[in-house]
């Protein structure tokens, strides 16, 4: 699968910039999609963020470069990206469990992480209902905050929350009252992060509001909404029903390392659609070729 070699391109690329900037322009390029597309699929496959990956191997070679060589500490932890002795003395403490002063002078245990590499499982212990749809062109319209990629895992349940607490989400039900259209129910897209414009991303919280199809006429959005329009494309459209988030959670999780490896198919690049629905029901729409 080329999905399965572009990850571990991605892999080969870091581990040979574990000193040196690791560009997440280069790794969009590598992975063919979005750095944030990538970052989730590879938490969900690694069980670990990247940045937790890329953190925890360069601590790892710092630990050897402190044992087997004569530098100064303070010139090995700017090796791997640290600016201050106090910055990577903390995160060597917490990922050994010691100081990095006593590597040389004691005799301490220390802790490793491997390089990582991929490849195709065959697995499957549980069941995913899921349909494959040609679905037309359609629009979502809603309200978009522009995030730094780097945090959006921790911002995005922050915009639902503000949503709530400022009437917006009033303004979404209202709206779509008035757009019963699919994808259906409130959502939740992440749009941007590409190669070239990897820092920074929208995150759109909406409502479908056209779909290019006879007979659909457009649903005008309040003005202090915005619009992103999607090409015609092939999904594959996942039920994630039950408690939030860990019913979308065990989907994508499903979908990335049982799902996709033995399906045929691969990642299209387009923004990955969560839907949320009524009574604890949700759908995942992934856009594949």
């Known amino acids: ?29 590598l992975a063919v999609c979005s750095i944030y597309n990538f970052q989730r699929m590879f938490s969900y496959i690694a069980e670990k963020s990247l940045s937790e990956y890329i953190r925890n ?15 100064n500490i303070i010139e090995i932890a700017m090796r791997y990206g640290y600016t201050s002795h106090d910055s ?5 403490q917490k990922f ?4 990095p ?7 301490v245990s220390l802790k490793s992480c491997p390089k990582i590499s991929f490849q195709i499982k065959i697995k499957g212990d549980s069941y995913m209902n899921y349909q494959i749809e040609e679905w037309p062109a359609f629009t979502v319209s809603g309200i978009r905050k522009r995030i730094i990629t780097d945090e959006a895992f921790k911002i995005i349940p922050q915009i639902w929350e503000t949503a709530r607490a400022n009437g917006t989400m009033q303004q979404l039900f209202e709206l779509l009252c008035k757009a019963d259209m699919r994808p259906a129910g409130l ?6 992060g590409q190669w070239g414009e990897s820092k920074e991303m929208d995150y759109y919280l909406g409502i479908t509001t056209h779909v290019e199809v006879d007979n659909c006429k457009k649903v005008n ?6 619009e992103f329009k999607f090409p015609k494309a092939k999904w594959a459209i996942f039920e994630a029903n039950g408690t939030l988030p860990e019913a979308v959670q065990s989907i994508y999780k ?36």
Request: hydrophobic share 35%; aromatic share 12%; proline share 4%.
């Open 1 to 29: 699968m080329k999905w399965v070699e572009r990850i571990n391109d991605v892999v080969n690329y870091v581990e040979d910039n574990l000193d040196k900037e690791i560009s997440y322009d280069k790794i969009s390029e």
């Open 96 to 99: 050994h469990g010691v100081l």
């Open 57 to 71: 191997r360069r601590l790892t070679l710092a630990a050897f470069d402190i044992l087997n060589g004569k530098e």
């Open 187 to 192: 959502i939740g897209l992440s749009v941007g």
């Open 221 to 226: 959005p309040p003005k202090n909404m915005e």
């Open 254 to 289: 499903k979908f990335y390392t049982e799902w996709l490896p033995n399906s045929g198919y691969e990642l299209d690049d387009l923004p990955v659609i969560e839907s949320y629905l009524q009574n604890d029901k949700q759908k995942v729409w992934i856009a594949i070729k």
């Open 88 to 92: 990577f003395t903390r995160a060597f």
């Open 101 to 107: 002063s006593k590597v040389r002078t004691d005799t």
